[in-house]
């Protein structure tokens, strides 16, 4: 530990003696400083002992004394040092009295000890101080790197929360604690999820400290990661503020755990690499050479019912680049969700797209359609209706195998363009396949082709020369059913069937051709809200 005014006064070289603020000597001595000015302050730090002869103090003046020292205190200063047989045999009473109702350490120096020797005791021992901090930093050091070989980071945490007397946690890239230690720091650092989340927004390397009367104690955070995007971040909590040595316990725990998250960062992009040629060969119907590649890798994901994700953005008004970070965090986000429960997950980056494959039922596609279902509250804010950012756009197939691997791909590809025409966030493809072809008529170009199809009709209609589309639409829905029509339209059948044969004249199409009959019915749907 650094000097005290204690351990001046107990140094039996110096002979110091105590004159007041007996009951404050454990205060910390950052240096030994000489000062005859009536006003040091504006050269002062904080934490000096301050040494006078009082040259130029009125020392026995009580109310200049009572200024000066107030002074000092005010400014930090730890102790005052007066040297006696100099201006002065002994301390003045003014002084004296000052010191004790300021609360400042006082200390008698006798002549035979000069200001140097203090100077001298104070800068040894702050330099035996750093040395002993330096080789206890470099010993720890030695024990987190031998913890981190042999028990990885959980025995990495469990050393360094040894060293720090307090604890230590590390948290993946969505935020969620993996190890603590001790064992009940656990739910202390589940509490700083947002602390987290908050940092990692934040380029790397960052760190903050959480603190104040609501902490049961101070805890800095970490970022890890050399990239833009912190990959994990370190918790470590204490009683106090850190002191040197264990400063150096932290930040070799950091490069330690950073070395770590960068060969897991290597070691990721190999597996989707081979993730990509798995997926090629999955589309290609080679299942059988895709497990072969597979291997161990992906566990039982290709042998059980999977869903495959597609996820894509949509350029905002200026082309922002935030589309990278949301597919980024979106991919994160499943990833953890997996890694949490154990499960399986091929993620594999397609150019500005996301492909997945995951477990049917599992935490991954939980994760992704949870993590929809807020991008969709947050779209829906007012503030969102302005943003220039670019939006994402997820398509979610059907349970599938690895026979039905292409199948599910273009399921998910057709749910995703349902998404992007629908404005939404997630479409899943059984809603697609539960629901109604209907609203898929609103699509711009299927109005047109409608539109362009019915448009002689309409015209023939305003000139009042007889009520063609009505007819047409009567017809259809009775299935050519002459009677039935006519009777819906409170008009004899032959006048029926003339206006059909005109139908065929204006659009020069049979009606007895079933895709004709299908397309006007189609069109008739698609412009019926518009006419």
């Known amino acids: 530990m650094p000097p005290t005014l204690a351990s001046l006064v107990h140094h039996s070289a110096l002979k110091l003696t105590v004159r007041a603020g007996g009951d404050r000597l454990g205060v910390p001595v950052r240096w030994a400083h000489v000062s005859e000015l009536a006003d040091p ?34 400014a930090g200063v730890v102790g005052l040092g007066f040297a006696v047989g100099v201006n002065y045999e002994e301390i003045p009473k003014a002084l004296v009295d000052a010191c ?36 206890a930093g470099f010993a720890a050091q030695r024990e987190l790197t031998r913890q981190a070989l042999n028990a990885g980071p959980e025995g990495l945490l469990t050393a360094l929360a040894a060293q720090l007397d307090g604890w230590a946690a590390l948290y993946d890239a969505s935020g969620t604690v993996v190890a603590a230690a001790p064992e009940w720091a656990g739910r202390r650092a589940a509490r700083l999820t947002g602390d987290v989340e908050r940092l990692r927004e934040r380029p790397a390397p960052a760190s903050s400290v959480v603190g104040g009367p609501e902490h049961e ?27 040197t040595a264990e400063r150096y316990a932290v930040h070799s725990a950091i490069a330690l755990l950073t070395l770590t998250t960068e060969r897991s ?15 090629r060969m999955l589309l290609a119907g080679e299942p059988d050479h895709a497990r072969a590649v597979a291997g161990d890798l992906y566990g039982g994901l290709l042998d059980a019912p999977f869903r495959v994700i597609v996820a894509d953005s949509v350029p905002g008004p200026r082309g922002t680049a935030a589309a990278g ?40 596609v939980a994760a992704c359609v949870g993590w929809a279902a807020e991008l969709e509250v947050v779209r829906a804010t007012p503030e969102h209706a302005t943003a220039d950012e670019d939006e994402l756009v997820v398509g979610l197939s059907a349970p599938a195998g690895p026979i039905a691997a292409a199948a599910a791909y273009k399921q998910a590809e057709q749910s995703l363009s349902v998404a992007r025409r629908r404005g939404r966030v997630l479409v899943e493809h059984e809603q697609l396949a539960a629901g109604s072809v209907l609203p898929l008529l609103a699509d711009d170009a299927v109005k047109a082709f409608a539109d362009g199809l019915l448009r002689p009709l309409y015209e023939h209609d305003a000139t009042g020369r007889g009520d063609l589309v009505a007819s047409l639409r009567a017809w259809l829905s009775r299935h ?50 518009e006419q």
């Open 41 to 74: 302050v504006p050269y002062m730090e904080g934490g000096e002992l301050l040494l006078i002869t009082a040259l130029k103090l009125d020392a026995e003046n009580p109310e200049a004394m009572r200024r000066y020292v107030r002074r000092l205190a005010g």
């Open 100 to 135: 004790q109702e300021e609360g400042l350490p006082l200390l008698e120096v006798p002549r035979r000890t000069p200001f140097l020797a203090i100077s001298k005791a104070v800068s040894a021992a702050i330099a035996a101080d750093q040395y002993r901090a330096v080789t």
């Open 217 to 243: 104690d101070r805890v800095e955070l970490h970022s890890l990661g050399t990239g833009r995007r912190p990959r994990a971040a370190l918790a470590v909590g204490t009683a106090a503020a850190l002191g």
């Open 265 to 279: 960062r290597s070691l990721h992009a190999a597996e989707q690499r081979i993730g990509t040629a798995v997926l």
């Open 325 to 364: 970070d949301r597919l980024g965090a979106l991919a994160e986000a499943m990833e953890a969700a997996a890694a949490r429960s154990g499960e399986a997950v091929l993620v594999v980056p397609e150019g500005e797209r996301l492909v997945v494959l995951a477990a049917d039922g599992g935490a991954a």
């Open 480 to 529: 050519g059913q002459w009677d039935a029509a006519a009777a819906d339209l409170g008009v004899h059948r032959h006048t029926l069937r003339y206006r059909m044969r005109r139908v065929e004249e204006i659009l020069g199409r049979s009606l007895d051709d079933a895709d004709v009959r299908m397309e006007l019915w189609l069109a008739l749907k698609a412009t019926s809200t």
